[in-house]
């Protein structure tokens, strides 16, 4: 019996994140920077990654519009250098940082446009009638280590991810950002759209730190005539 | 005999050029024939100035609830420009011909071919005179400026003893940064563009070998002065500097800006104005 509690014990240890090897800030926070930048794999199918199958719960005309884009890329905005959107920026393989700062956290990503993005860290709540843009409006706090990043107020023209699963104006999304170590963080996202899916539904990812790297400048918009 | 006929003939063009002192092309004048009310955003009660903020460490703070706000300044390189205040001082721009004759190309085509209108980068250091709000985040070695326009751009200036420029660089549209600070003044040194970027909208070229020193001080809680120095030999026969006033707008929040998005501007922009 000891030694199953033993086990038991030692199991649990073991499955938690050790702390020590987190960096952290002066408020105690996980620092979710550094010197370098977090460079995901560019995984086409959010639903369908190594370690994250989902079985997606479409409506029929979402399905049918997945279906489409899937086959026919011609639709995606991003191919015309428009903004990828959330939370297909952590899928592509585009490297981004992330600055904290007291009362928010800066996104900056490489890809799609050399965008940027602000989570706002100081309480507040969505405002009540956002204007619906590429990005959205995103608020986030922390559940222990873990960053907790709510958006919402999107337009519907971006895709979540590279395959095409489509999204409306209701969409709404809530990530979660774990640094697991100096050189991972773990990387978990609910699409809640009751405009495209019948319930919401979490796909995750893995998101490796590569250090030294710096970000680039990559300007999308090509010469227009 | 003939050969040397020929010589003069070929010569005389380039002769009587020479004997015409440069011309700089004139302000195409004010945008509308009766300007609007000032509409600036972010307008409240007028703000107080108070003195400049600075960091725990003694760090300049060039931050704070709201955005610096350049304004259009059209022109870096004249006080007036379009019928509205422009940058702070006049300078005689040492142009090569090359540049003097692209710079009047453009101001007389009234900036039909302005990359920044057809949604390319706005540029350094073009984005301290442009009308479009900015906000300056300071990390322990980065400062990053977040631009609302025109593309919702990020540029990073590491800062401290370990940030040099890269040996090969890759020519880009904002260039290489790397910074320092010089008491309460931010001090940027630039290298690595592309030349494809105008530094202003009248449309002053830079070259490859473009060569930038910003200075940014922020000289009460309201203010923010910028000064560059202009380092291009391949455009400009000598070292000149361009200086802008930068004000703080209390309480204003950037708004994504998608210049792309369903963007029909540029095809109207077809360098005449047209009779009415």
Sequence with gaps: ???????????????????????????????????????????????????????????????????????????DTASRCL???????????????????????????????????????????????????????????????????????????????????PHTERLHVVEKYTRTGPLAMRYEVVIDDPGAYSQSWTASTSIPFRPGVKLTEYVCTGDRP | MIKAQIALILLAPAFVFAQQPPRLAKDPGPFLETPPPDQGRGRGPKPVAGPAPHLADGRPDFGG?????????????????????????????????????????????????????????????????????????????????LFEGDNYLWRVVPIGPGAAHPKNLKP???????????????????????????????????????????????TDSLTLKYEVTIDDPGAYTQTWAASNTVSWRPGLQLGESICQENEKDSRHMIGEVKPK
């Design chain 2, 172 to 218: 880009t549209w904002l260039g290489d940064s790397i910074g320092h600070y010089e008491g309460d003044t931010l001090v940027v040194d630039v290298v690595g563009f592309n030349g494809r970027a105008w530094m202003d909208q009248a449309g002053h070229p830079q070259s490859e070998k473009q060569h930038l020193v910003e200075r940014y001080t922020r």
């Design chain 1, 1 to 75: 019996m000891r030694y199953a509690l033993a086990i038991l014990i030692s199991a649990v240890v073991t499955a938690a994140p050790t702390p020590s090897k987190i960096p952290r800030g002066a408020d105690g926070k996980p620092d979710l920077g550094g010197d370098g930048v977090w460079f995901p794999l560019r995984l086409e199918d959010m639903a369908n990654v190594p370690d994250s199958k989902v079985d997606v719960p479409f409506l029929p005309w979402a399905k049918k519009m997945f279906d489409e884009n899937r086959a026919n890329k011609g639709n």
């Design chain 2, 65 to 145: 609830d709201g955005a610096w706000y350049p304004g259009f300044s059209g022109n870096i390189a004249e006080r007036q420009w379009k019928g509205v205040k422009s940058a702070d001082r006049h300078v005689d721009v040492p142009f090569m011909p090359w540049a003097l004759e692209v710079f009047n190309q453009r101001v007389e085509s009234l900036s039909k071919d302005d990359p920044e209108a057809r949604c390319q980068p706005v540029g350094v250091p073009r984005y301290m005179f442009d009308p479009y709000p900015f906000q300056i985040i300071q990390t322990r070695n980065q400062v990053v400026f």
């Design chain 1, 83 to 165: 903004p990828q959107g959330i939370p297909r920026l952590t899928y592509t393989a585009n490297a981004f940082q992330i600055l904290q700062l007291p009362n928010r956290i800066v996104f900056l990503y490489e890809g799609g446009t050399h965008i940027w993005r602000t989570v706002w860290m100081d309480g507040r709540a969505h405002p009540k009638d956002p204007n619906p843009d590429w990005l959205g409006d995103a608020v986030g706090h922390w559940e222990g280590d873990t960053l907790v990043v709510d958006s919402v107020g999107f337009n519907d023209r971006t895709w979540l991810d590279d395959a095409g699963h």
